[in-house]
């Protein structure tokens, strides 16, 4: 049978499955195609972030997620002596949740799929691999092994590193590859028990020990150059690997065992036509820093709401540019980052592992708890694509202070309460989308005829945001269409943050970003060329 939909995901991991929920939310006919018979079962990332939830909870998954994790979760960076060299331990709740947690990646994929169940348009087939890909004026033609083809408007490659899809369309994959592979050993019953990470800088044999949900720990040992597939089929072999960690190797109940290579490539180009790349088939990482699989679901974050757009009408096809130019960036920081921290944690040369401990044991107070709240971490800022970077406002009624414009990062997320008074994180009490806050003001006083219709075609909320003291008042004179939500002040709040700013209305895109920030009398301006950055028609 032939088929045709408009969106075609390759890959049923983590990045397809996420893509897909999103799409299904809108609407968008999309089917997920995997060449495999089920879903992978092995854990393969063991970390997710706080911007991953927060994308779990738009696509309204985060409840059945979040029992898989452990929030929270602290990793120590400690040496062949065991001397903690850093600590990683972010505490705040900037996007309204836990900033590292451990989870069980098997488990998230199966809440991944069960999802798509929530939309009629939304399907996946297990077993069809796509073995050509023939791009038209008006969409793509897959073909599949069994025969059958499937038409697509767009195409979205997310079959892993060693993508076909990539190859096939010549994209470059440049970056590195380690000389040397690693071991994953994941058991159940954890015989250590403790809730945090530790990543072990032996020059001897570099080491993660990682305590994941349900009571399972995982190990991840340096395997050298004349150590390969046949050792780690060898009890003999692992329990020697395993024995400076637990009293009794030979008592452990190792679920699986697996050998990986550590990568670091980014790929040519993310978009060819009408086909896209996401998630490990645009990129690889080192595991040490976590984000690789965190990556992809921004990945999929970001290129869900535009291909959401541009399929029903809302957006012209250019928006979809804006893709590559917005991810292609930070990706490249993130695997920089990734590659540094691998090389650091798992150098077996002692004159080197010495001077790294050196320098950890020489930084201040100050660098350390830069290093805990993990300050190294790059967060996505776009100076390109669906962002409106407008001018520091001057004015007598604004006190004077050079502080950092916004548009192109991602706004936070404080609790507060909606019209009926009830407390809920902020993306729940203003609804998904495009959404436009104005502190203590209706929005539509500020808004043109025009520029309404034009929010109205997007489905963007319109949200009066004020203090919870002032809610009755508001919400009684509430004009139509503007949602009201109540301001918990202290810190972190929405007053808060428009207190350390000159502004007194921002613009989110869907997946949170702040497309731009302005005084309330310029918003009708500004939301025009918003509209223009987006493509919308």
């Known amino acids: ?54 994308a779990m909870q738009t696509a309204g998954l985060v409840d059945e997620v979040l029992p898989h994790t452990i929030p929270d979760q602290k990793i120590y960076m400690i040496n062949g002596d065991g001397a903690i060299l850093s600590e990683v331990n972010p505490t705040t709740r ?34 069809a691999e796509v073995v050509d890909l023939t791009e038209e004026a008006d969409g793509v033609v897959a073909a599949l092994a069994n025969g059958e083809t499937v038409r697509a408007r767009y195409v979205v490659a997310a079959e892993g590193g060693s993508s076909p899809t990539r190859k096939r369309l010549g994209i470059s994959f440049e970056g590195e590859t380690r000389p040397t592979d690693g ?8 015989p250590i028990g403790t809730p945090h990470a530790v990543f072990g800088g032996d020059p001897a044999r570099s080491y993660a020990s990682i305590a994941l949900p349900h009571g399972i720990r995982r190990w991840e040992f340096t395997l050298f150059e004349d150590e390969g597939e046949a050792d780690v089929e060898d009890d003999a072999f692992v329990f020697g690997l395993l024995a400076p960690h637990v009293p009794n190797p030979s008592k452990l109940d190792i679920i699986r065992r ?25 990129h690889v990482m080192p595991v040490v820093g976590g984000q690789g699989w965190n990556s992809g679901i921004r990945d999929a974050f970001n290129l869900g709401w535009k291909l959401a757009a541009v399929v029903k009408g809302l957006s012209a096809d250019g928006l979809l540019d804006t893709y590559e130019t917005e991810r292609l960036g930070h990706v490249t920081q993130m695997v920089a980052v990734s590659l540094r921290m691998a090389k650091e944690m798992t150098d077996h040369d002692p004159e080197k592992a010495a001077e790294r401990d050196r320098i950890a044991a020489a930084r201040t ?98 949200v009066q945001v004020v203090p919870t003291a002032q809610m009755p008042w508001a919400r009684e004179r509430a004009a139509a269409g503007v949602t009201v939500v109540g301001d918990l002040g202290g810190e972190p709040s929405l007053q808060a943050w428009f207190d350390a700013r000159p502004v007194g209305a921002v613009i989110l895109r869907p997946d949170h970003v702040i497309a731009a920030e302005c005084l309330t009398q310029e918003l009708d301006e500004v939301v025009a060329r918003v509209l223009e950055a987006a493509c919308a028609v």
């Open 1 to 54: 049978m032939n088929k045709a939909c408009d969106v075609l995901v390759v890959g049923a991991g983590p990045v397809g499955l996420t893509l897909a929920n999103l799409l299904g939310q809108q609407g968008v006919d999309v089917l997920v195609v995997e060449r495999e018979h089920e879903l992978i079962d092995y854990p393969r990332a063991v970390g997710i972030d706080d911007e991953a939830l927060r």
């Open 94 to 127: 900037e996007f309204g949740w836990p900033r590292r947690n451990g989870f069980v990646q098997p488990l998230v994929d199966r809440v991944l799929l069960a999802g798509l169940d929530r939309f009629p348009s939304a399907a996946v087939r297990f077993g």
């Open 183 to 190: 071991i994953v050993i994941d058991v159940a019953n954890d």
């Open 258 to 282: 697996r050998v990986y290579r550590h990568h670091a490539r980014i790929a040519g180009r993310f978009r060819h036509g009408r086909i896209f790349l996401a998630g490990d088939a645009a």
């Open 365 to 462: 107070p100050e660098e350390r708890e830069a290093q805990k709240r993990q300050a190294f971490k790059p967060q996505p800022r776009f100076d390109h694509g669906v962002v409106v970077h407008t001018p520091l406002p001057v004015s007598k009624s604004l006190p004077a202070r050079d502080v950092p414009r916004l548009a192109g990062t991602i706004f936070p997320q404080p609790r507060a309460t909606d019209a009926d008074g009830a407390e809920m994180l902020l993306d729940d009490a203003t609804g998904q989308g495009w959404r436009i806050l104005a502190w203590n003001n209706d929005p539509t006083a500020f808004l043109s005829a025009e520029r309404r219709a034009a929010l109205d075609r997007l489905g963007a909320r319109l």
